[in-house]
């Protein structure tokens, strides 16, 4: 079983910053993409960002030069730090990992349980 558990989430003044962290862990053989997404009431999902295994990365426009990610291949994390929030950032944000279990075995995607991100004054 593979499992992917958040932190960091919270409550920030808008200018604020916070950090997000994501860690999986299970029977995993290796980790290829790594991303964050988001969702705020009554919108769809988003992509934020995601980082390659070689740690190439692509951001959405509305968080370019705010948002920063990257991952530690080691511990099998993946981070985003968000800087400059805007209550337009407010949503549970998610990660989600596509990994193989075993060598030469399909791609999975797999998503962590989401932590909420408040931006408010």
């Known amino acids: 079983q593979v499992q992917l558990v958040e932190s960091g989430g919270g409550l920030v003044q808008p200018g604020g910053s916070l950090g997000l962290s994501c860690r999986a862990s299970g029977s995993i053989f290796s980790i290829n993409g790594m991303a964050w997404y988001r969702q705020a009431p009554g919108k769809q999902r988003e992509l934020v960002a995601a980082?390659?295994?070689?740690?190439?990365?692509n951001y959405a426009d509305s968080v370019k030069g705010r948002f920063t990610i990257s991952r530690d291949n080691a511990k099998n994390t993946v981070y985003l730090q968000m800087n400059s929030l805007k209550p337009e950032d407010t949503a549970v944000y998610l990660c989600?990992?596509?990994?193989?279990?075993?060598?030469?075995?399909?791609?999975?995607?797999?998503w962590g349980q989401g932590t909420q991100v408040t931006v408010s004054s």
């Open positions: 980082i390659t295994s070689g740690s190439v990365t």
């Open positions: 989600n990992a596509l990994l193989q279990r075993s060598n030469g075995g399909p791609t999975y995607s797999y």
